[in-house]
């Protein structure tokens, strides 16, 4: 489904990586490592459509996505290092807002909630919560909105270890439901039989 | 596609009631920065009956330019407008939305507001409702205009004095179509011409800020 192929990617005039290339298929999980500066959010954010690579392709079932970037907007969940909740609003309010930016619908908020326990916090505004308990709103909106591609830079940072397993149990469920997912992590996050991609190396997969 | 940008709008709406505290100081400011030209220039009702319009309007474009770097700096900031990319609505709705709730917290404000300050400067009676009525036709101008500077430098960390420096120069057709609509009918002339001029600096930039406004949030996100 998601195919690339030679990808560089050039930042500030530096090399990042190149020659990067891999292909999945429904179900499949790739999991990004590397030492910090390797690339990984870089590459996250090239699958993304958010930036252009520098050279190679990025296709998804056999259509570059710069060609269509309005239609592989849709496909994607992208969760970055900034969580994109607002400490002003409620943790409903940010979840059941991010869901209609998203374009899903609002029978799935409760389910969602519920999965990351998030139900005993609804009413309280984000500001008044950890940096872990924040993470699980940002989390919550993979499971409001299904989308096929989950784009997951660090999701396991602040998580405990419950809520951690909650993460992996969702991913897992992702691609049982034939969806794909691409997670940048340290080794805190553990996936079922990936695909590994060592940024950094010279010789990647 | 459309959910997508009332639910931006509503989100905005209910954050400016939230910190509807920082919204009145920029009228503060607004209300502060006039009272201090009785002090400067001196408290006679002719000179300030005649400077009056114009001071309002300049620091009305002021007040909004003061307020733009709230327009999409905390969104690049907080992971907020890689979201808003990946949503089906299209990012140039998206913008046009954030600038209404924008507008509404900011130049709606200030052209309420508006007539109160015209008596605190001695201006007839007439300026009671041509200021608010210039104003509402031209601060959304003002805003949409400077949400291009916003979103140029939001990339960049240069902060808000950048862009007010940046949109400036575009904001002037808008002060002196705006100015001269306002003095004309605070003196009883016809002021259909420069009324009209300014609703079609609106309409041009209902059009085209936000396609600008999109393409330099992509620059900053790319």
């Known amino acids: ?205 | 596609m459309l959910r997508a940008a009332v639910a931006l709008l509503e989100r905005d709406l209910r954050l400016a009631r939230r910190r509807f505290g920082e919204n009145l100081l920029v009228v503060g400011f607004f209300t502060l920065a006039l009272a201090l030209f009785p002090l400067g220039v001196g408290a006679s009702p002719d000179v300030l009956g005649r400077i009056g319009a114009g001071v309002i309007w300049v620091l009305a474009l002021l007040a909004v330019l003061l307020g733009l770097d709230r327009l999409f700096q905390p969104d690049l900031e907080g992971g907020g407008l890689e979201q808003m990319l990946l949503s089906p609505a299209p990012l140039e709705l998206l913008v046009l939305a954030r600038c209404l709730a924008h507008w509404l917290g900011t130049g709606l404000l200030l052209a309420l507001a508006s007539p109160l300050l015209a008596i605190l400067v001695h201006l007839p009676a007439e300026a009671l409702w041509a200021l608010p009525l210039t104003l509402l036709l031209g601060t959304p101008t003002l805003t949409l205009l400077g949400s291009i500077g916003a979103a140029l430098l939001a990339g960049s960390g240069k902060g808000a004095l950048l862009a007010a420096l940046l949109v400036l120069p575009l904001d002037i057709p808008v002060l002196i179509f705006g100015l001269s609509a306002a003095e004309a009918l605070i003196a009883g002339l016809d002021a259909t011409g420069a009324l009209l001029f300014m609703g079609a600096f609106l309409l041009a930039a209902l059009a085209l800020a936000p396609l600008a406004t999109a393409a330099a949030l992509r620059l900053a996100l790319g």
């Not at chain 1, 050279?55 to 970055?80: D, K, M, Y």
């Not at chain 1, 290092?81 to 002003?88: M, Q």
Request: proline share 4%; with cysteine; aromatic share 4%.
């Open chain 1, 1 to 205: 489904m998601l195919a690339v192929e030679g990808l560089a990617c050039r930042r500030g005039g530096r090399l990042v990586f190149e020659a990067v290339s891999f292909a999945l298929e429904a179900g499949d999980a790739l999991v990004l490592s590397g030492a910090n500066g390797t690339g990984k959010t870089s590459l996250l954010r090239l699958l993304a459509g958010f930036a252009r690579p520098a050279q190679g392709s990025v296709t998804w079932l056999g259509r570059e996505i710069t060609l269509e970037p309005a239609e592989h907007a849709q496909r994607v969940h992208f969760l970055g290092f900034a969580d994109g909740v607002e400490g002003l609003l409620s943790v409903r309010e940010n979840l059941a807002y991010q869901a209609a930016l998203l374009g899903g619908g609002a029978d799935t908020l409760d389910t969602a909630l519920a999965t990351f326990d998030l139900v005993e916090f609804a009413a309280r505004p984000a500001r008044e919560l950890s940096s872990g308990q924040r993470r699980r709103v940002a989390l919550a909106r993979l499971l409001a909105v299904p989308r096929p591609l989950w784009l997951l830079d660090e999701p396991g940072v602040a998580l405990d270890r419950a809520n951690r397993a909650r993460l992996e149990a969702a991913i897992e469920r992702q691609r049982e439901e034939g969806g794909l997912v691409v997670v940048a992590t340290h080794g805190d996050v553990r996936v079922r039989d990936p695909l590994v991609l060592e940024l950094g190396e010279p010789n990647p997969c």
